[in-house]
């Protein structure tokens, strides 16, 4: 059934937690729910309503969720990433057809310097006492006529762009639908419910943060308790006053978890985390059974993706098993393999391009035909979307991703899977992170390199480290240059990016 984000979030008690924050008082649910009436009567006000694209440029906090969720019950939001320049700021408001922008009170960077240059109205936003309470002040308006009328299932909540590192970022409109269908999806797939409280360290300007911390954490009727960001300095006194009972981030991010978890032992042990979740990329083995150890509880790696307004696999709670090295089982969407040029499907056990098809997933890029023609199809009476992703189901009906296609490495006509590699190197005691990526070759088109960094008081040189894989790895497969490096570059949400690595380390 097609819902509105307004549907999900109504029927919880209004005295429990919605959102939390260091030093504040919580905002419950029925104050997020009397707020979100106080915002759509402001941006009608501002002639602002169903359908106009609002940007939020806030830090990582309260507010910027608040502001999510009840911006998206009366409008189109578009987070962006408040690290951007000038130039990038631009671009986004220009590409969004942004009519407003929502900035902290006293704002005065790059990110308003852009709004007024394209005469985009800018609104600021002064927090209350408590966590995720606010004001809005337009400055100026009203800014064009407002649709009265309240967004519907089918209506635009969320724009997100793609990452866009091999070429121009893609606008992804998400509606009321999909992003409750979402919601619900995580929640069923983590039994989320009331007593839950999720610590949420991931940017929210991100789908990840966005959807499976806060939308599916608050539509269960539970809270979301908001860190200013990730710090793997400050985690563990998060960890101890929040109290969650659980938290998600990408790999990353709990790599730098566990380097910090010796010296933390007696907050962890005190910890009533009932479960662990990893997702927006593959979490290496090792790691995954690292944290289990270290927490004492379940860890439960994710699959999803912007355009399925996150999920579209998880491994499952106990009793049933979970899966080291895969994604898990389809959680909410019907996900397939393809063949990766043909418009078809694969049998399962057949290696492929993963597609998926349900209520999450994205209409379509927005003013991108080219796009949509590549990226969807029709087959056995249903509309499938490709991932961009090649992997296998196991006979249990685990997936297992084994790259993305454009990372895929091509040595002379040989494939490697650059998540092959880095498990093989995962496992030496000295490696701390792993990412295999291509480096090119004048002969063989692409050669395999790898850049790795070691733990803390660890010693290994690249000899070692590529003796090492040989006697894991085929010969094809082993990387011909390994690089030591004190940190791996990472994009903007703490991801770990294999295309363009080579240039940046002047491998190229």
Known sequence: MSETIEALLAPHPDQAPALEAPGRAPLIHGALRALTGRVRDSLRRAGIGRGDRVAIVLPNGPEMAAAFLTVAQGATTAPLNPAYKAEEFDFYLSDLDAKAIILAEDES?????????????????????????????????????????????????????????????????????????SARNIGQA???GPQDRCLNVMPLFHIHGLVAATLASVAAGGATWCAPGFDALRFFAWLEQADPTWFTAVPTMHQAILARAPRNAEIIARARLRLIRSSSASLPPQVMEALERTFGCPVIESYGMTEAAHQMCSNPLPPR??????????????????HETENRLLPDGETGEVVISGPNVTPGYEANPEANAKAFFEAEGRRWFRTGDQGRFDEEGYLRITGRLKEIINRGGEKISPLEVDEALMDHPAVQQVVTF???????????????VLREGAEANEAELRDFARRRLADFKCPRRIVILPEIPKGATGKLQRIGLAQKLGLA
């Open 190 to 192: 983590l039994a989320l």
């Open 109 to 181: 960077g790059p990110a308003l310097t852009a709004a007024r240059a394209r005469g985009v109205g800018v609104i600021r936003l002064r927090p209350g006492a408590a966590a995720g309470d606010f004001e809005l002040i337009p400055e100026g308006g009203p800014f064009g006529q407002a649709d009265p009328a309240a967004p519907g299932p089918e209506d635009v909540a969320l724009v997100l762009h793609t990452s866009g590192t091999t070429s121009r970022p893609k606008i992804v409109p998400l509606t009321q639908a999909n992003l409750a269908a």
């Open 321 to 338: 098993a979970r899966k080291a090295g895969s994604v898990g089982v389809a959680a909410g969407p019907l996900v397939r393999t393809a």
């Open 438 to 452: 291509a480096i090119p070759h004048p002969k063989l088109g692409e050669e395999v390199g790898a850049a790795v």
